[in-house]
């Protein structure tokens, strides 16, 4: 069975400019979340999705950062405009529901370096 | 609100002797527990959890863990460790809930093997 995948794996941008990172779930979940991770922390939910509607978007910087899930598979996170700060991974992972004993899995991440 | 504390930044031990990573956790109601390794440059690997039922858990690459209602703790242990298993180790909580319920990590422990 494929995994979570995620694109690109590396991204290299300058503060201001703008990014956006993909993500394909594992095939029949309906959850999907995406997670930022800075060095030396535990990942941090960005926002969470049930088939293609939002379900906690709450700590998502929403000045900068957006995120859709249009046909309730695939998904993009865009960072427009990007400080340094958001220098971090930003990792996609799914689960088959979106009750709390469902296990999540993550991607490889995509990992981002903000200069 | 939920937390969760790792409060080892790093645990040494060497190979072939039994290893434990600590994590202790808060949560108003039943906890669902998760143990997650991340190699360098990777993602997060799925390796246990606890739902409800036996409190000693088994997972992949032989690790377990133990559930401690009273003590609030779900530490992960291995009888005898490989060097391959040095990586970064988080602990996560869920409060139960049927529609959402956001994973929590703690900040993560290195756990170094030495030959």
């Known amino acids: 069975e494929a995994g979570v995948a995620q694109s690109p794996r590396y991204k290299i941008i300058e503060k201001r400019q703008s990014v956006a990172f993909w993500c394909n779930p594992i095939s029949g979940h309906a959850t999907l979340y995406w997670y930022q991770q800075i060095l030396g922390q535990g990942p941090k939910l960005l926002i969470q999705?049930?088939?293609?509607?939002?379900?906690?978007d709450s700590q998502l910087p929403k000045d900068r950062f957006s995120a859709e899930r249009l046909k309730g598979v695939d998904s993009t996170l865009k960072i427009q405009p990007a400080k340094l700060e958001d220098s971090a991974v930003y990792l996609c992972?799914?689960?088959?529901?979106?009750?709390?004993?469902?296990?999540?899995?993550f991607g490889e991440g995509s990992w981002l370096t903000v200069v | 609100a939920q937390s969760v504390a790792q409060p080892e930044d790093q645990v040494n031990v060497a190979e072939g002797n039994p290893l434990t990573v600590k994590c202790t956790y808060s949560?108003?109601?039943?906890?669902?527990l998760f143990w997650y390794v991340q190699y360098p440059n990777r993602g997060l690997q799925f390796l246990l959890k606890y739902i409800t039922g036996d409190n000693l858990v088994k997972g992949s690459y032989g690790f377990e863990a133990e559930f401690n209602k009273s003590q609030t703790s779900f530490h992960l242990k291995k009888p005898s460790a490989l060097v391959s298993d040095s990586a970064l180790y988080f602990c996560a909580v869920r409060a139960f809930s049927s529609n959402t319920g956001k994973l929590i990590f703690g900040q993560g422990t290195t756990l170094q093997v030495k030959p």
């Open positions: 999705f049930q088939n293609n509607g939002v379900v906690d």
């Open positions: 992972a799914s689960s088959i529901g979106p009750n709390s004993g469902n296990t999540i899995y």
């Open positions: 949560v108003s109601g039943n906890p669902y």
